[in-house]
Nanobody, 118 residues
């Protein structure tokens, strides 16, 4: 089992920035992928960004150039730096863990709310 705990959500005005953090604990493979999904009201959950333990990344087209994912393998943490936020970025953001970059998540955090006001 892997436990994921997110922090850093909140309310921000359009154009502002937020940084989300996630700490993982439990039975963590040394080689895996971690990242972020989000779910807006009335929408399905969607991938935001993922990163492997080797540093390979993938981003949703809607966040490319605005969001940056990073991780600290020694601390088992993954961060998401978000800039130029838009009202459409409003969602619950979930930290996820999986085996490979393009695999569906196998573990989910409890989620953290990000609200971007116009």
């Amino acid at each position: 089992q892997v436990q994921l705990v997110e922090s850093g959500g909140g309310l921000v005005q359009a154009g502002g920035s937020l940084r989300l953090s996630c700490a993982a604990s439990g039975s963590i493979f040394s080689s895996n992928a971690m990242g972020w999904y989000r779910q807006a009201p009335g929408q399905q959950r969607e991938l935001v960004a993922m990163i492997t333990s080797g540093g390979n990344t993938m981003y949703a087209d809607s966040v490319k150039g605005r969001f940056t994912i990073s991780r600290d393998n020694a601390k088992n943490t993954v961060d998401l730096q978000m800039i130029s936020l838009r009202p459409k970025d409003t969602a619950v953001y979930y930290c996820v863990e999986t085996r490979f970059l393009d695999y569906p998540p196998r573990y989910w955090g409890q989620g953290t709310q990000v609200t971007v006001s116009s």
